[in-house]
């Protein structure tokens, strides 16, 4: 019953940025902790980046100083902003959210991934 949809993907060159989008449905979202992972060609999937209903934020090494996560409590929306992009940061990108949903019960959610890849 919570959807979760990402968007914003695609084609940059190296030292480039994206913004990642991630719209949520059907939950209370001031009570959702959201995340973004991510799973690169050959690589095990991974957490790059979370943040808490209180807005606390953490990064894994490899994006942190680089990428920022943000949410919008009013438009149910977290974003992605990822800056100085390497080849390395290529890989499909997935949201993942927990929390309660608008019926009060707990849910974990995850979206079908965007795909961001990073060459020249």
């Known amino acids: 019953q919570v959807h979760v949809v990402e968007s914003g993907g695609g084609l940059v060159q190296p030292g480039g940025s994206l913004r990642l989008f991630c719209v949520t449905s059907?939950?209370?979202?001031?009570?959702?902790?959201m995340d973004w992972y991510r799973q690169g060609p050959g690589k095990e999937r991974e957490m790059v980046a979370s943040i808490t209903s209180q807005s606390s934020t953490s990064y894994s090494d490899s994006v942190k100083g680089r990428f920022t996560i943000s949410r919008d409590n009013v438009r149910n929306t977290v974003y992605l902003q990822m800056n100085s992009l390497k080849p390395d940061d290529t890989a499909v990108y997935y949201c993942?959210?927990?929390?309660?949903?608008?019926?009060?019960?707990?849910?974990?959610?995850w979206g079908q991934g965007t795909q961001v890849a990073v060459s020249s």
């Open positions: 993942h959210g927990y929390g309660l949903s608008i019926s009060r019960t707990p849910f974990d959610s």
């Open positions: 059907g939950s209370i979202f001031s009570t959702v902790t």
